[in-house]
């Protein structure tokens, strides 16, 4: 059983909260749009690929802009060869910043919304979807169908889940407004996104205690595959156990000396977090068992006391080992489920009026 990663998908939480400000006075620079694109676009009919293909050249946001791969003022071959890339200096960018545009008959529309609006829960995309229904409806009522499409740009793929179960995750909301835009208007939807964000994470996992130390077991006896303790995670535990409790039953004159020993402990423990080469679990342990038998040797009159202060090393690496298991999990869990969503096309028997689309990032 491999637990490396080699899959390209990635796992990413959406923060339900920020503290994150929105400059004031902020100017959207519109992308331009030719009159030859609009007519090229057009010849193209409603191929989305081809459509996105024609869009980098053009696109332009205040934090960021679609190039073509190695060559920004040539085409694009391929999807593959697309690539955000977002403007290092705009501050009001996020990892769940949208964006849409739509080439139409009548006229160009974009809009750009770079941050959830975190207090009323309301992600980007929803904030798109509103704008896309206000445009439309001002400007496409009551007219004959256009095969136009409407290219949405994200940066996480939009949500598969919630925390709260009254809210419909955006992905569900951009799939019903993609039938209903297409029924109304006869657009179609393109969506464009650089992380897929799966519904699957690491608290969809439940494990018992029980499982839990099953697979720890299996794990540290047979994988070799290197994992990274986590410096915070051992902090906390170290805080957690008080020292002034181990302390009290030390004898005055010792005081000094057991602060210093407990001190050079901890600082070892910590440095083992540091190490730049990734170790297996069985390295941990042996590792952390020295600086554990060091402590031991120095404080030989307080080996009861010792107990809870030797098992943290043990405890951090054991909860660093079970959060990569589940890390595994979600990300080919969320794989698979990513994969439905790009072929589910092939198998239904009308155009689908939605297609989803990863391109690559070049920060
Ligand atoms: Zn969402």
Request: overall charge positive; hydrophobic content about 35%.
């Amino acid at each position: 059983m491999d637990f490396g990663f080699s899959r390209s998908v990635s796992i990413v939480e959406l923060p339900e909260s920020s503290s994150q400000q929105v400059p004031e006075n902020r100017e959207a620079i519109p992308p331009t749009i030719s009159t030859e694109l609009r007519i090229s676009l057009k010849t193209k009919g409603h191929d989305p690929i081809q459509i996105c293909l024609e869009l980098p050249e053009i696109y332009t946001l205040p934090w960021l802009t679609l190039t073509t791969g190695q060559n920004p003022c040539g085409s694009a071959k391929s999807l593959e060869d697309l690539k955000f890339q977002y403007h290092k200096d705009c501050k009001e960018k996020t990892n769940q910043c949208a964006s849409v545009i739509i080439v139409g008959e009548n006229g160009t529309f974009n809009h750009e919304v770079p941050k959830p609006l975190y207090e009323e829960k309301k992600h980007t995309e929803v904030i798109i979807i509103e704008a896309v229904d206000k445009y439309l409806d001002g400007n496409y009522k009551n007219q004959r169908r256009k095969e136009e499409i409407i290219v949405i740009f994200t940066y996480n793929s939009p949500c598969m889940k919630r925390e709260k179960k009254s809210i419909e995750p955006c992905m569900f909301q951009l799939f019903k407004k993609a039938h209903q835009w297409n029924r109304d208007y006869g657009f179609s939807v393109v969506i464009l996104f650089t992380k897929f964000w799966g519904p699957i994470g690491p608290n969809t996992i439940k494990f018992t205690e029980v499982e839990i130390n099953q697979l720890y077991s299996w794990f540290r006896e047979f994988s070799n595959v290197p994992i990274q303790v986590d410096s915070k995670e051992l902090c906390k535990r170290f805080k957690d156990i008080k020292q002034n409790q181990l302390l009290s039953v030390v004898p005055k004159e010792y005081k000094e000396k057991v602060r210093c020993d407990l001190k050079k402990f901890k600082k070892d423990l910590m440095d083992l977090t540091e190490i730049k080469q990734p170790l297996t679990v069985k390295q941990l342990s042996e590792n952390g068992e020295e600086v554990i038998g060091n402590l031991r040797q120095v404080m030989c009159y307080f080996s009861e006391e010792l107990v809870p202060l030797s098992n943290i090393w043990h405890e951090a690496v054991k909860s660093s080992a079970v959060k990569r298991i589940k890390a595994k999990i979600t990300a080919d869990g969320n794989s698979e489920i990513f994969k439905f969503l790009q072929n589910r096309e092939s198998t239904s028997q009308n155009r689908d009026p939605i297609s989803i689309y990863q391109i690559s990032q070049n920060l």
